[in-house]
């Protein structure tokens, strides 16, 4: 069955360019598109849709506060960010209130499309702009040091190439480990910090800013 997508975008023009480009996509329909915070609760609420592509600047509530308050209503709802902003602190932010992606506005669309296809699968995407940004920025958040002393340097090394995308397989090649090895340092990272998949580990590693290491 295709993705069903809500756009919630407050240009009217760029909404309109989204929802035409993305509906020439045999995977994508479109089900709805807000103008405004609000909006988008009341549509991601009546539409139950798959993917929620959110502009973080919407007037009445912005995408932060509609993240948060539909992650707590719909679980299983994949918030994809979509702004101009790549500072790291707002990146943090919008991954804190449940975001399964974020995409920078400079992006290709092609790039849009990639990400509702990731989150699908439950892949943390994010613009490589906003990579290079988030990841080369620390995020010195009050209670860091307690979960990164639970980590030794491998975990450590494990954990960033991990937010960074790569696979098992590129891991061992890049540390020089077996792939089997690779994986018992990634069960040993979840383990010790209480999370289960590797997009919980991604948001974890960004917001506290161990991918910086």
């Known amino acids: ?43 991601a609420q009546a539409q139950r849709p798959d993917v929620l592509v959110l502009d973080i600047s919407l007037p009445e509530l912005d995408g ?16 994809l960010a979509l702004s101009v902003h790549n500072e790291a602190d707002v990146v943090s932010r919008m991954l804190k209130a449940g975001a399964a992606g974020y995409v920078h506005k400079s ?22 702009r906003v990579t290079r940004q988030a990841l080369g920025d620390r995020l010195h958040a009050a209670d860091a040091a307690a979960p990164r002393d639970l980590l030794s340097r491998r975990e450590r090394q494990v954990l960033a190439l991990l937010a960074a995308g790569k696979r098992s397989v590129q891991i061992a090649g890049q540390l020089d480990i ?9 069960r040993n990272i979840m383990r010790k910090l209480g999370l289960h998949t590797v997009a919980d580990l ?12």
Not at 13 to 21: D, F
Not at 64 to 78: C, D, G, M, W
Not at 112 to 128: K, T
Not at 202 to 213: F, K, N, P
């Open 64 to 79: 932060i506060e509609v993240a948060r308050t539909l992650r707590l209503s719909q679980p299983e709802l994949k918030v």
């Open 202 to 213: 991604t948001r974890y590693a960004i917001r506290e800013g161990l991918t910086s290491l």
């Open 1 to 43: 069955m295709p993705v069903r997508v809500v756009i919630a975008e407050d240009q009217r023009m760029v909404r309109e360019a989204l929802s035409a480009l993305l509906a020439r996509e045999p995977d994508i329909t479109v089900v709805g598109e807000a103008a405004t915070g609000r909006e988008a609760i009341e549509l």
């Open 107 to 128: 992006s290709a669309f092609r790039e849009l499309v990639r990400a509702i296809r990731d989150v699908m699968q439950d892949r943390v995407y994010l613009s490589p």
């Open 178 to 186: 077996s792939t089997a090895t690779v994986e018992v340092h990634r």
